[in-house]
């Protein structure tokens, strides 16, 4: 019997979860949240996520908290879009993220969380190093790195200095976009697709050297949202910080 590598496995579980974002009906899941498929749905997704990530699994766990019918509907219907968004977002930075390292990752000796990196290892010029797949603070907002990338969701950009305020005003853009794009007329897979190159534009702007052929490929795709009520301004205005990015 052939053992699974454990990349192998990671990409099992990406699909896995890849399969379960295309089932999802969020129509279904905030009007029938104790219907046996809408909790064996959830039950799958948190199964999966367990495996994947526990950052994520805390996640998701916290946020099938709020599908409850002992909430009104709208409140529901906010809430499951909000599990859709994030799911859509995990799909498309976990299908990003290169888990050969898991493979042969035995050259460098694990560091405790928090502790000093010594001569010749990670963290070891006087900084903190933290050996993590999924790195989330949370007080003024939550950053969430996986694979590099930086996701910072709505109104989550307050006291972050090295961030500007320029760069913080466009991802409160694109959190706004996203919303938008959400409660659109588009389909459900084109909602899936535009959420996620709009989420990886977030994440490219964030980084210090943003990956130019990525980005420009990305808000290519997202040009078609300006179609739908109200995200053509906000392209506009996110444009102002992307488009320098691809000179």
């Given amino acids: 019997m052939t053992t699974m590598k454990p990349s192998e496995r990671k990409l099992q579980l990406v699909e896995e979860l890849a399969s379960l974002c295309e089932k999802l009906d969020v129509t279904r899941l905030y009007g029938f949240p104790r219907q046996k498929d809408t909790q064996e749905w959830l039950a799958n997704v948190a199964s999966v996520l367990k495996n994947l990530d526990d950052s994520d699994y805390q996640e998701i766990v916290r946020l099938s908290k709020t599908i409850t019918p002992t909430e009104n509907r709208i ?3 906010s809430a499951a879009y909000e599990i859709f968004n994030f799911l859509t977002r995990k799909v498309a930075e976990w299908k990003r993220y290169d888990f050969s390292s898991l493979d042969n990752d035995k050259s460098t000796p694990k560091l405790a969380f928090g502790e000093p990196g010594r001569a010749g290892q ?13 790195f989330t603070m949370n007080g003024g907002g939550r950053i969430s790195a996986d694979g590099g990338d930086y996701v910072i969701r709505q109104n989550e950009l307050n006291n972050f ?6 760069v913080t005003e466009t991802i409160n853009n694109i959190t706004k976009l996203t ?3 959400s409660q659109s007329e588009l389909g459900e897979t084109e909602k899936r697709q535009l959420i996620g190159d709009i989420e990886t534009i977030k994440a490219q702007i964030i980084k210090p050297a943003p990956d130019k052929s990525i980005l420009q490929k990305v808000w290519n795709s997202v040009q078609i949202a300006s179609t739908i009520g109200g995200a053509a301004q906000l392209l506009g205005l996110i444009g102002q910080v992307v488009l320098p990015l691809l000179k």
């Avoid at 200095?161 to 320029?166: A, E, H, K």
Wanted: aromatic fraction near 4%; hydrophobic fraction near 30%.
């Fill in 179 to 181: 919303h938008v794009v």
């Fill in 75 to 77: 409140q529901r219907k």
């Fill in 122 to 134: 990670p963290g070891g010029g006087g900084s903190i190093f933290i050996q993590a797949e999924n």
């Fill in 161 to 166: 200095g090295t961030i500007n305020q320029t």
